[in-house]
């Protein structure tokens, strides 16, 4: 019998590795990329978090916790990170709009705070025994802060079923159309079991529950090995059917348009409301009256660009009039002036609108002033 347990967690062990080595092998992957976008760096985050989980299970299987004290801040890390991880993730491979900015940031504030707190707390605390479970974290204190980062992994969770079920994924006849749209419901009830059978494992003390929770976690790494593999283009196509999706339930079915589109010329051209450089899609749907799914619809369908072409596009014409009315002020001025909170995003957006910098904007139009 004793023999068999034995077997048993060797086997155990053994798949812990090669799930390890695997996740990392894709974490690297993703950094070796030749284009490389967020997409690849939420990936990366993904899979290192993966390998977290993965290693301190081993040094927990084999019982050198104590040995390799200071590793017991990776479950933290692991558990603050996956969750804004996985909500941006789903957020960006379901929105084509999505942008990541310094308010996504936000989201990962938790994670560097608590593994500092988790660090400090293991090089200054003895190791003591836990509240409970005992042998899996090195003692109490960090036993609470991960506790406290397993419930902020559930509110990620379901904010991110929140958010497929608001693009409209989580409907039967898409899964039927396309099948491989499953496949993200998968990941997260993946996720999701893993969760569960993690803090089962806290309240009753038996590690079996441990070891279900990291099996679920390594057939979630060879599982997006082999969508990788299998659907290299997986990404493109569920934007290609949310958007068909959203065609079907057009949010704009009973809103009048003409309308809408008075109170957005009022607001663009009366009020300059793009001068406002902390402007976001949900602010300007809130001063127009509609939700914001439908000001994207309203953008992208009715006039052709997405919510930051379209406002980028009002400040660059500003700026244009600022170039040649006020040739006293600086670059870095007109750029204030204009409604950007930067002067290289200024000149990054100038050049992709006007094909030319601003600096040399202002000379063409110089010159062509002293030809006439």
Aim: proline share 2%.
């Amino acid at each position: 019998m004793g023999t068999g347990i034995i077997k048993f967690e060797l086997v155990i062990i053994i798949i812990t590795l090669h799930g390890f080595l695997l996740s990392a092998l894709m974490a690297i992957g993703q950094m070796i990329s030749n284009h490389r976008s967020i997409k690849n760096w939420l990936f990366f985050g993904l899979f290192l978090d993966l390998s977290f989980f993965q290693v301190h299970y081993v040094l927990f299987a084999v019982g050198t916790i104590g040995e390799y004290h200071l590793l017991n801040f990776l479950p933290i890390s692991a558990y603050y990170m996956i969750g804004p991880i996985m909500l941006l993730l789903t957020q960006y491979s379901i929105n084509s709009d999505y942008i990541f900015n310094y308010r996504s940031l936000i989201h990962f504030i938790p994670v560097m705070f608590f593994t500092v707190l988790s660090i400090v707390s293991l090089h200054l605390s003895p190791h003591k025994t836990a509240l409970w479970f005992s042998g899996y974290f090195y003692n109490e204190y960090n036993q609470i802060i991960g506790c406290a980062g397993s419930g902020s992994l559930s509110v990620y969770i379901l904010w991110s079923v929140k958010v497929i079920y608001s693009n409209h994924l989580i409907r039967g006849n898409i899964f039927k159309a396309d099948p491989r749209q499953i496949i993200i419901m998968l990941l997260l009830s993946g996720l999701f079991l893993a969760w569960l059978s993690d803090i089962t494992a806290g309240i009753t003390g038996i590690k079996f529950f441990m070891t279900l929770s990291i099996l679920l976690i390594s057939m979630m790494i060879v599982a997006l090995f082999l969508i990788n593999s299998k659907y290299p283009d997986f990404q493109k196509q569920l934007h290609q059917i949310v958007e068909k999706e959203k065609r079907k339930r057009s949010y704009l079915a009973n809103t009048n348009i003409r309308d809408l589109e008075f109170k957005l010329h009022h607001l663009v051209t009366e009020d300059e409301i793009y001068m406002d450089e902390d402007l976001t899609l949900t602010e300007l749907a809130q001063k127009l009256n509609i939700t914001t799914h439908q000001l994207s619809e309203f953008l992208n369908e009715r006039i052709g660009k997405n919510f930051t072409t379209f406002i980028n596009n009002h400040r660059i014409e500003k700026a244009k009039k600022l170039l040649i009315n006020n040739k006293d002020h600086s670059i870095l001025t007109i750029a204030f002036d204009s409604g950007f909170k930067s002067k290289s995003t200024f000149n990054s957006a100038f050049v992709k609108m006007a094909g030319i910098s601003p600096r040399e904007y202002r000379k063409k139009h110089d010159h062509a002033l002293k030809r006439h």
